[in-house]
């Protein structure tokens, strides 16, 4: 479940907010969460697709699951780079594989993935629709 | 702009959370912005309205405005009691005040303003529902 | 992994804030990570620690790991129960387990865990403190 | 309090986070004060202060007041821009203005300012350091 290897690998970063450290003096783990969701979010602008479009198309990806280890903390004042790759994409459910680090580093600070299903608009589960998952599959 | 000889004043409290603490080993900032809302959902709890409802009835009060003064930080470990009276009712916008303090406590660590406009599900500006403004009125 | 039948389950409940809802109407997934924070600051009260003395001890708990499933989820206008127990408690580690329902029902809507290790200041792995032990094993 | 005519406005961008929105489809109101944030950070960062060096010299720079006006929301899907510049520096205390707008529009969706006072890493008001003004003063 690691980065390497993997075929189409997204990577983004941008500096630690000050909002999102905790009194331990680093980015509280909740947050990770919120990155990894900037990694998937930059994954899909990449390939071509924004979330708001999916949205926009009668379709919503709720995360159905979620895991993550945390080895280190990274601080205000350093930036962190999200790399996301997609894990499994199923018919009607699709994983995200993410690592943490800060730029510059192979030390990976934390790593997860989340797990998400297809539903329409009205939270019904359904099959990935054929145009995204084409995009997704690359 | 105190919450003394104030007809109606709400009072709520709750303990801080860690994920609001920042590196400083304090309440983030922002966080009492969120606090205030709180008071704001208790206020309007108390009074026999859910903004849930509000909102169903197709009707929003979105933010137009905010102000805070910070003379003191919360911590982890405390609990905080947020006070959320209504400031000013106008037709067509409602400002609530709030001081947020520790409980035993008539120290005001934090205290603010939200203003809002009334807007109907479109977000176009409207005048108060005179259903809510009178339950608000009292 | 559930709650039915553990020797000491806590509970706290509290409202749903606004803010913690996102575009899809429903709480942020990450949300549940501090929901379960708060369950576990409450089980802490509950057995007479407060993680804040933990601190002041010379100790911390980070999170080393995580993990959460989504079956279903909460609403702004609902109230939220979180239900709080060990689920292991090892000379280096300790394991909370969670269930977040909403308040009479048993519908679990989120279900997960959080792992941590014991640390001193610094951030060095040490065993677990004697004295917050013998609390937490009840 | 525009940005118009002033000597030095730092502008930096990024994309909303679907974290930020809340169930009104647009971004939570507090989460502005967390773009101001960034923006002041990066203002900091591009006059060649870092805010942790600040810090590790034993002073900080906590908010005393702020205020905001929202005109109009962003949305998952867009990118905000966030400007930032210097209202008053004074011995004891410093004022930055901020007005957030989408790239490649002039309309601001929101305006505001924090105040911050100096104090010693124990929390006291002091003067100014005379290092780190001479940077802001620029």
Redesign the interface.
Known sequence: MTAEGHPRVIETD??V???E??????V????Y??YF??GR??YM?DIGI????I?ASGY?L?????????AS?A???QRVRIRTWVGENRSRRLTFNYEVLLPGSDDVLVSGFTRHIWTDAQGNVTRSPAAWNAILKG
């Open positions: 941008f500096p907010r000050y909002a450290t905790d009194a331990m003096g680093v509280h783990h909740a947050t969460l919120v969701e900037e979010s930059q602008r924004d979330y708001a479009d949205e919503q709720p995360v159905s699951e979620i895991g993550a280890r945390f903390g601080s205000y004042g």
